[in-house]
Every structure is written in C-alpha cells, then in structure tokens.
C-alpha cells in the first residue's frame, strides 16, 4: 500500500491547561472568557503554506462577523495567504444583498488586504455561486489548484455523480505533489447528533483517496468543530461553525472523536510546511480549542511515522 | 436439491477484498437489456434539453468566472426566461415518462434498504426545509429553499445525465433541475420507497 500510516503529535499549549482541565473527556467544554489574547502554536514560517478553515458561514449574523473578527486579530500575526469554505456559504435568499451581506461586508478586512477565499457547495447554495468573483472557483462545482507543496481538491459533495468522481481519480493518478487536502461540505465521518456520518458518500470517496494517498480532508455540515481519529490513514477535520452553533450536538464518547468543540463558533489556522501539517482552532472569543501537528507519511521517499 | 451458498458468498467477499485493495468504488450492478432501452431513452430525452437549453445560452453574453452577484442574478434570469419560453408547452411526464419513473423508483427501492431507506426517508421527508418547493414543471426552484444531497451510490445507478442537469428530492418526488438556471425541467411523484 502506498500510504504509510501517518502519525499525529500532539501539542500540549500551557495556556489551555485551564481550560481542559475542566473535562478530562475528549470533548472540550469550557468557553468563558470573554476575549482570549492572540496565542499562536503554529510556527508560521515564512516559507509555509498559511490558510484557514471555515465552513458553514453564510448567516451574515453577528456571531459571523465576531468570528470574522478573530481572524483578522489572527492575520496581524500569522499572515494566512487564502480561506478554505466549507460549503453553505449562503442560507436562505442569495440576491445581490445577500452576497454583501453574508459575505463581502462580514469578510471585507480580509479581502481588502488581498486574502483570497476558495469555496466548496455546501446544501444551501445555488450553483450559480461557482461564477462568483470572490470565490475563486474558475466557473467549476469542483475544482483543483495547488500552493506550494500542497494539492487542494474543492468537492462537491452535494451532486457526487461520475463525472466528478472519474475527474477525481484522473487528476489524483498524476498528482505527485507532497500534501493532498480535499474539502468539501459532507462529512464523511461525524458524531454529530443531527447528522451524523455521510456513509454514502465515504463508500464511495474513500477508496479513492485511500488510492492516492489523500492526506487530509475537510468538512463542514455539522454546525461544530471535530477532529476524527485517523480513518485508513487520513485525517478527517469538521470546522462547519463559522456561522451557526449546534450547540453540545457531538455525541458523547463517540469512538471517532479524537478532539470536539460544541460550546461556540470556531476555525481552523494551518500551516504547512514541508513534511508537517500545524493546526490550531481559534474559537470566537479568541481561545485556542484544540492544535496539533500531522506528520505527512506519503512522502516518496517513505518517510517512516514519527 | 439444496444449493450450498458458500461459493457466491465466497465469491463476493473476493470481489469485495480486491475493489478495496485496488481502491475502486464498488461498481453498480448492471440494468437488464429492457431496462436498459428505458434507460438509453430516458438519457436521451435529458440530452435533447441539455442541447436545446445550450443552444440558448450561446446566444446570450457569456457569465465570467469572475461576475459579480448582479451579473450572476441578471444571467440566471435570462436564462431561465429564455429556457421557459422555449419550452412553453413543456408538461409532466415529458422526460420522466411513466416507464421511466418505473425503472427509476425500483433502483431506489433496490439501493436504500433497511437502515438506508429510513435515513433517507427521514432526510427526504423530516428534517429537509424543502417542502414549500412547488411541483411545477418549468417554473424555477425556490432559491431559497435547499438543495439535499444525492446520495452517490444512488447517482452511479441512476440513469447518467448531462453535466447540466441534476436529479433532486423534493419530499417524496423526484426532481429533474437545470444546475444553471434553476429551473424544473420534469418530475416523478412516489419517488421514495
């Protein structure tokens, strides 16, 4: 098999210690302080791939814009190039004030200062989205571009026909860069309570990036951040609070739950380099709710896992 | 005489293993030769308006990929008044002919079993907020009504369709939809098992 079995470190960061020494379970609870100062685990180098993970934003709420906010407090010191959306990146109408709206006012510091936003479909988007300016989406439901050393594949989850999945493995088989990262709106594996695993779309994706060794893979749909324990070799990430908050709906004690996050709204800094993925999720009053580092393991070279 | 399941079995759990191994989705099982000519037709039909609704869109201005949101809703309404004037005559039952929606609801019948069809039902019929989409041919879907996800397993069996069309559950129906103009191009009632 291609894929060497990956490896997860995790960070332990001082200043959470309070925080999960709340509940020892892997589920974490405790969000009180109003703004948490800007804490970075990340090692942000200038030569690194920088971006974030939001999903499921499109509300034009407050809580939106407040989480909006966070970010562009985190940009000031981890220069993040470009946003990975997860899909519903508009509920409800989608007319010309909708897009201000819940998009371009609640984002505009950030797409002032050049950050660019790649979007995946989620349920609640017309497909018409695809043309949107800033989106980047090159007209397509599901699309490629690569940044430095990583492919990113944009899905969609909602119309998973064959075309798209004969796409997929043609543009996988030739694909050598270092990091695969697929994103798309459906999680393939969840404990979430109102959803839950998408099994009919991991039966038929997931051989297909166990094939090409796919690295990691983001999501959205459930309204709460999840870090799954790695499925055959992948690391599957849920981030679909960026705009609404299905408060406590992560099952307790589900077997594929390596960290959750139900309390409030959250997303996800990344930064790649070379053979390592950094995360840290930053939920809306600033606290660092889970990071981590993954070993990348299908390096050509066969790397072994650390 | 009694017929000793081992070997199928064994047989299927092989066919199984080496799909995994070779990282191949399982394939979908293969349409009799008269459900077949159902099938062929019913693409067929779904081509001709894919080709006819291209025609129009050539003659309009060409939506950038970079637009803008007026531009986007400006085209999706030329569009789809074109498209609608183009097929003013269009009627339930044009695409989904009645030998179609037969063909069609035994392959989801035969795909969602058990747990599968609960979910789904569940999905279709529950916890969707798509019920107010109205049952009209030619009239556009509800912008702002969702769009559930079709199950991929099921979109592999289903009849194959042009890139610019999508097959959509609406309640217990089954919609056919332009992905671009949104509009309802046929539907199937008593989609669901």
């Not at chain 1, 030569?47 to 940009?75: C, K, P, W």
């Not at chain 1, 949107?132 to 594949?153: A, L």
């Not at chain 1, 969609?156 to 270092?178: C, F, H, P």
């Not at chain 2, 002919?97 to 609960?118: M, N, S």
Request: hydrophobic share 35%; proline share 5%.
């Amino acid at each position: 098999m291609k894929r060497v079995t990956a490896s997860l470190i995790l960070i332990t960061v001082l200043s959470l210690t309070s925080v999960y020494a709340q509940n020892d379970s892997t589920r974490t609870n405790g969000n009180s302080r109003p703004s948490s100062p800007v804490t970075l685990t990340l090692p942000n180098k200038d030569n690194s791939v920088r971006f974030v993970v939001i999903g499921d934003t499109g509300t034009g709420t407050h809580q939106q814009l407040e989480l909006a906010q966070v970010m562009l407090r985190y940009r000031q010191v981890f220069p993040f190039e470009f946003v990975l959306m997860m899909g519903d990146n508009m509920y409800g109408s989608e007319k010309v004030g909708d897009y201000k709206q819940k998009f371009e006012n609640i984002y505009k510091p950030l797409l002032d200062q050049k950050v660019k936003f790649y979007a995946a479909l989620g349920n609640h988007d017309d497909s018409n989205q695809r043309f949107y300016e800033f989106f980047n989406m090159e007209g397509q439901e599901y699309y490629h571009f690569k940044k430095g050393n990583v492919s990113f594949y944009a899905l969609n989850s909602n119309y998973m026909d064959k075309k798209q999945i004969d796409w997929l493995n043609e543009k996988l088989a030739t694909d050598t860069v270092e990091w695969k990262i697929a994103f798309f709106h459906h999680p393939p594996y969840s404990s979430g309570g109102a959803h839950g695993s998408d099994t009919k779309l991991r039966e038929v994706v997931e051989p297909i990036f166990v094939k090409h060794g796919m690295d990691v893979v983001f999501t959205g749909h459930e309204h709460f951040y999840e870090r799954i324990k790695p499925q055959q070799g992948i690391y599957y990430f849920i981030s679909g609070s960026g705009g609404k908050l299905r408060r406590g709906d992560v099952k307790e004690g589900s077997p594929l739950t390596a960290k959750a996050y139900d309390r409030d709204m959250s997303f996800m800094l990344i930064e790649v380099n070379d053979k390592q993925m950094h995360f840290q999720v930053v939920s809306r009053n600033g606290e660092t709710v889970d990071s981590g580092i993954i070993t990348g393991a299908r390096q050509k070279n066969g790397a072994s896992a650390q | 005489m009694r017929i000793n399941p081992r070997p199928a079995i064994i047989a299927a759990i092989i066919v199984c293993v080496a799909q995994i191994a070779a990282g191949q989705t399982k394939a979908p099982p293969a349409l009799s030769a008269n459900d077949q000519l159902v099938a062929d037709a019913f693409e067929k039909r779904a081509k001709d308006y894919a080709k006819m609704r291209e025609q129009l869109e050539e003659q309009m201005p060409k939506l950038s990929k970079e637009a803008k949101p007026e531009e986007i809703q400006a085209h999706k309404q030329q569009f789809q008044d074109r498209v609608r004037a183009a097929r003013a005559g269009a009627k339930h039952g044009d695409v989904f002919t009645p030998e179609a929606a037969t063909l069609i609801r035994a392959i989801i019948k035969d795909e969602f079993k058990g747990k599968d069809r609960v979910e789904l039902r569940h999905t279709v019929l529950k916890e969707s907020e798509i019920k107010a989409v109205p049952l009209r041919v030619n009239y556009p879907y509800p912008e702002s009504q969702e769009v559930l996800e079709m199950a991929p397993t099921l979109l592999l069996r289903l009849p194959q369709l042009p890139k610019q069309l999508r097959y959509r559950f609406v309640g217990p129906n089954l919609l056919l939809l332009d992905r671009e103009n949104g509009l309802i191009i046929d539907y199937m009632t008593n989609a669901l098992p």
